[in-house]
């Protein structure tokens, strides 16, 4: 028996370990956003408490300097505006897929299938210069459109859910004079509810998250995203980390809401949407 | 484009039959228009596939043979120099070397996913709070862990206070040698993924009925027992996808080292230099050479996977 606790004690030993690896960078960073410029410079320590556990000088500073507010609502628009058009493109194509037969589906299969283990950020060199040819370089459509246009994921998420809606339903609609969009949009649509929930819980925080595309098409300081506004903290304040850390706060914050709020529905996205 | 289309789902129209409930053959406008609808559905989709995916693939494979700047309308056909290029010269094939640290780093972190899966699997206090903890840097923003890290382990920085708690003082410059700079990174890395290869993981072990572990028990089974002949067999397919993934993440890791050196003190990775060829350097005739081999790879290491473990859940016509 004593074995056994022995072993129970460092399974717990391991886990409290892990927590504090994880838990102390954050945590040494949320309590240098508190400190003052002369507090960081008086040397006492990354690990010793602000003097005000109150002082919010520095997110001021960050929200109002670092432009945080475009870039919040930048990052909205584009949020809303590719997640409505994944949905809608995702659903529309799993539709498409599962309830007709039609010439050519086992390529159109095909290309969504091997699209799939192309990694983007392979081929950036050349869709840089497809985007710039369509004048989207430089502006908010640039990832909208990437986003919306390169998610397989998704559609393999809403192709499980149709498959799982009864054909039989479609049927009865059908001999009720439904066509084909009326049955889109009255059955299947409503049904894939929890379906549209992975997507735009994991699509989301994907979105809210990607560094490397608005970096790459929208340059201008007026268009950063919550990302590319942050990266930008590196310049004017390289040497205050107050700053800085504050920052890193606000990004980080609204994802640490959703993940208590919504974990269970997080944790499912994410495995759907790897093990597709 | 549209003459093909209309043909084609005319003809389609019989296959089309066994979908619809009615018996008797329907008017000729219908079928017609039955054979339509699934295009009208996937008419966008499919454009914007092959616009962002399979359009920058092709260009992608014709400038890489041409020495194209991507700017002057001026380009010259070069043959294979390029791919020459990238296996002859040391200072652009250096970036695989660079892949070895982040390939490291994934042996780590599956291993240790594996490990805190399987103890989480079992019935501990606080379960859900680890299980949060371990899952929760996989959602952080990537620019926000990069300043989280470079204060880690900067001069005096999170990393120095601690082992100075330790009674350790060191000035060592954690990201100021090649070797230091990358492990530090890779272990970054690390911090950010494990917790979405645990939560796979853990996903995969409580899909194993419960029974089993019981039947085990009655026939004396221990801990090691129970992972050896229960878990280890049910996680197998999660386990190479898993290894998959780290591979070809390992080969394209861009965010970390370029938000935190920006790919300085041997730390360009294959991705960083890709995009510094093509828009620093504008040599995007070169760059598509690199983009075309790192595709290659990820597409020649993923049909091995599939060779190795036939994954029925892909199949999807």
């Known amino acids: 028996m004593t074995r056994r606790t022995v072993a129970r004690t460092l399974v717990y030993l391991s886990l409290i370990a892990a927590t504090i690896l994880v838990l102390l960078p954050l945590g040494v960073v949320l309590l240098t956003s508190l400190k003052s410029s002369k507090e960081l410079a008086g040397g006492s320590g990354a690990l010793s408490l602000p003097d005000s556990l109150f002082n919010v000088d520095n997110y001021v500073t960050a929200f109002q300097d670092g432009r945080m507010l475009t870039a919040f609502t930048n990052t909205a628009i584009i949020l809303v505006v590719a997640i409505g058009g994944t949905v809608l493109i995702g659903s529309m194509t799993a539709y498409a897929i599962d309830r007709f037969t039609f010439r050519f589906k086992k390529l159109v299969v095909a290309l969504f299938l091997v699209a799939a283990l192309v990694p983007g950020v392979t081929t950036q060199v050349a869709t840089f210069q497809i985007v710039n040819s369509f004048g989207m370089f430089d502006s908010l459509w640039a990832p909208i459109a990437l986003y919306m246009g390169t998610d397989i994921v998704s559609i393999y998420i809403f ?77 004017p304040y390289g040497a205050h980390w107050e700053v800085i850390s504050a920052g890193a706060v606000l990004v980080i914050l609204p994802t640490l809401i959703v993940f208590l709020s919504l974990q269970r529905f997080i944790y499912n996205g994410f495995m759907r949407g790897a093990t597709r | 484009m549209t003459d093909t289309t209309q043909k084609a789902t005319v003809k389609a129209a019989p296959g089309a039959a066994p979908a619809a409930p009615v018996p008797a053959p329907a008017p000729r406008r219908t079928r017609v228009w039955r054979g339509v609808t699934p295009w009208l559905f996937l008419i966008a989709p499919l454009a914007l596939l092959i616009t962002f995916t399979y359009a920058p693939i092709a260009n992608m494979l014709a400038y890489s043979f041409t020495d194209w700047d991507g700017v002057s309308p001026e380009l010259h056909y070069t043959g294979v120099e390029n791919y020459t290029e990238i296996f002859t010269r040391e200072d652009l094939f250096r970036v695989f070397f660079v892949s070895g640290y982040y390939l490291a780093a994934s042996a780590v972190q599956i291993v240790a996913a594996l490990y805190f899966a399987t103890i989480l699997s079992f019935n501990l206090r606080f379960r859900n709070f680890f299980k949060g903890v371990l899952f929760f840097p996989y959602l952080i923003n990537g620019v926000a862990i990069g300043f989280v890290f470079l204060y880690f382990f900067q001069d005096g920085g999170t990393l120095d206070s601690v082992l100075s708690l330790f009674g350790v003082h060191t000035d060592h410059a954690w990201l100021g040698t090649p070797v230091s700079a990358n492990t530090s990174l890779a272990g970054v890395s690390i911090w950010r993924y494990l917790g979405l290869n645990f939560v796979l993981f853990l996903g995969a072990i409580q899909s194993i009925p419960g029974e089993l572990y019981e039947a085990a028990e009655l026939d004396g089974a221990n801990r090691w027992h129970q992972f050896r002949y229960i878990i280890a067999p049910g996680i197998k397919p999660v386990l190479t996808l898993t290894v998959i993934l780290s591979i070809s993440g390992s080969l394209s890791a861009f965010e970390i080292p370029y938000i935190m050196t920006g790919g300085a003190t041997g730390t360009e990775t294959f991705v960083i230099q890709t995009l510094n060829l093509a828009f620093r350097f504008n040599k995007t005739g070169l760059a598509s050479a690199a983009a075309v081999v790192l595709l290659l790879i990820i597409l020649l290491v993923t049909w091995v996977q599939r060779r190795l473990v036939p994954d029925d859940k892909v199949d999807l016509a």
């Open chain 1, 159 to 235: 192709l499980q859910f149709v498959r799982s809606i009864p054909i039989s339903l479609d049927e009865s609609a059908r001999l009720e004079g439904a066509n084909a969009f009326t049955i889109y949009r009255k059955i299947i649509f409503p049904l894939l509810r929890p379906a549209i929930a992975t997507v735009v819980i994991v699509k989301g925080i994907t979105v809210y998250n990607d560094f490397y595309i608005p970096f790459l098409y929208m340059t201008s300081e007026d268009l950063g995203v919550i990302s590319t506004s942050l990266f930008r903290f590196r310049g």
